[in-house]
């Protein structure tokens, strides 16, 4: 009777409730807990140097394990039995909407929780780097020359891609290079375990399932064995780092071998990270940008990246190239201050913000297109970063958003973040002062506002 007990609590936990009744197994007991995961601060990702625990393991549950799953309160059950009973029920909502007992055992059969993915998603940065040590990294003249080299490695399907998707070879070779080092590093841990991870943590469950049950389909579809889904910890696969559900929407067959392999098959990598890049937007007619010189007396509070006007309006108001060679020709130019009125001024269009579509951060996008320029042979930033500069940490940003709440400039939330809202108070707060309405948080304006 106890062995026949114990079979069933494994059947519960291995395969869900569904596969249990298959097996001859009755239901649980109606006190059987039905664990919902924890829930955690929202804070961003960084890495984390914390150990990594002993990872939990879901394939099985040993007797000791399965008993406790079946009689404790929810609260007072270890951490791995709790991954393991939010598999369980992850598996029968996945054998419910198709995917196969195959797929489902190739996959959650020695899955592991992975504590150090939990770290990873929790960690805040106390110190952010400015943006042009970001460049210094991502568009190095190292990096630069490989790029080179690396676009005549393969420039056939870089040039496929280019002209199915409109997207040009050195675009996809900078992205490739960014996300991966050119394929060299797209990170080891199993997409599978890091998702369930993710799911079971709560923080971002429901982003965590329905990019887990992407994955599965994505086994099931036959791209690529579960052993060879690897990638970030976040999630991201593959050399040009794809979300699942990216994958299932963009991601294509480029050489023809019935897989789709953005692990290894360059012609795949490009071919799939064009079109996404010309589903999501990209013009084929259209650079990504410039870098330009501001007239005096230029309203910087309009150098806020989303007044949008022409290419020819921005130069009507005396807007002009570094060179003095004609704008280029963009219907909806915005002017961009990445390190505010003391850095390099740009005049970006819409394939700059397709970019963001990839990765929503201005600096990436920056550094993707800065460096398929100089990969294709142009310059580089030409204007001097104001590298003087000493950049806020996280507790300063917070105290400048609170010092401006304070003064009546609301700034949101005051998270340690300076996004939009905390730009255009700012913004407010120098007009007030006859300061240059950059909204470049500086350690200057912070004291400005702290002083009583």
Not at 168 to 179: D, M, N, R, S
Not at 206 to 214: D, I, K, P, T, V
Not at 222 to 251: E, K, V
Not at 427 to 443: K, N
């Amino acid at each position: 009777m106890q062995q026949r007990f114990l079979h069933c609590v494994r059947a519960w936990v291995r395969a869900g409730l569904a596969l249990a009744a298959l097996t001859g197994c009755a239901t649980p007991p109606a006190d059987t807990p039905v664990i919902a995961p924890p829930t955690a601060s929202p804070d961003t990702a960084l890495p984390s140097t914390a150990p990594a625990a002993a990872p939990a393991q879901a394939g099985a549950a040993s007797a000791p394990m399965a008993e406790a799953a079946a009689s404790a309160p929810a609260a007072e059950l270890p951490l791995e039995q709790r991954f393991v009973a939010w598999v369980s029920a992850f598996r029968a909502t996945a054998l419910a909407q198709g995917i196969s007992e195959a797929t489902l055992q190739s996959a959650f059969d020695g899955v592991q929780y992975l504590p150090q993915v939990v770290d990873l998603d929790r960690a805040q940065p106390e110190f952010t780097r400015p943006v042009w040590q970001y460049l210094d990294n991502l568009v190095s003249p190292q990096r630069v020359t490989r790029g080179v080299d690396k676009l005549q490695q393969v420039r056939t399907q870089a040039e496929d891609a280019a002209a199915r998707y409109g997207v040009p070879a050195p675009t996809l070779v900078a992205i490739w290079g960014i996300e991966s080092n050119f394929g060299d590093n797209y990170g080891s841990t199993p997409t599978i375990d890091a998702l369930a991870t993710l799911g079971f943590d709560g923080r971002r469950e429901a982003w965590a399932r329905s990019q887990l049950m992407a994955a599965l389909k994505i086994v099931q579809n036959g791209d690529i064995a579960r052993s060879q889904m690897i990638g970030s910890w976040a999630g991201a696969m593959g050399q040009t780092q794809f979300l699942p559900t990216n994958f299932l929407a963009y991601a294509v067959d480029a050489d023809g071998d019935g897989r789709r392999d953005i692990w290894g098959s360059a012609a795949d990598v490009m071919g799939s990270t064009a079109h996404f890049l010309q589903r999501v937007g990209w013009q084929s007619s259209q650079p990504w940008g410039v870098e330009v010189q501001l007239p005096p007396g230029f309203d910087l509070g309009r150098a806020d990246g989303q007044t949008r006007q022409s290419s020819a309006q921005w130069a009507q108001e005396g807007v002009r190239t570094l060179n003095g060679a004609p704008m280029p020709e963009l219907g909806d130019g915005a002017i961009l201050l990445p390190a505010g009125v003391r850095g390099p001024a740009f005049l970006v269009g819409p394939n700059f913000r397709t970019i963001l579509r990839y990765n929503n951060s201005t600096n990436y996008a920056l550094a993707v297109n800065l460096l398929a320029q100089r990969i294709a042979g142009g310059p580089g930033v030409q204007a001097a970063w104001p590298r003087e500069l000493q950049p806020l940490s996280r507790t300063q940003v917070t105290e400048l958003q609170s010092a401006l709440n304070a003064r009546g400039f609301d700034a949101g939330l005051a998270d340690g973040a300076a996004g939009p809202a905390t730009r255009d108070a700012l913004r407010r707060y120098q007009r007030s002062i006859g300061a240059p309405a950059d909204g470049f948080p500086t350690l200057e304006l912070l004291q400005r506002l702290q002083a009583p």
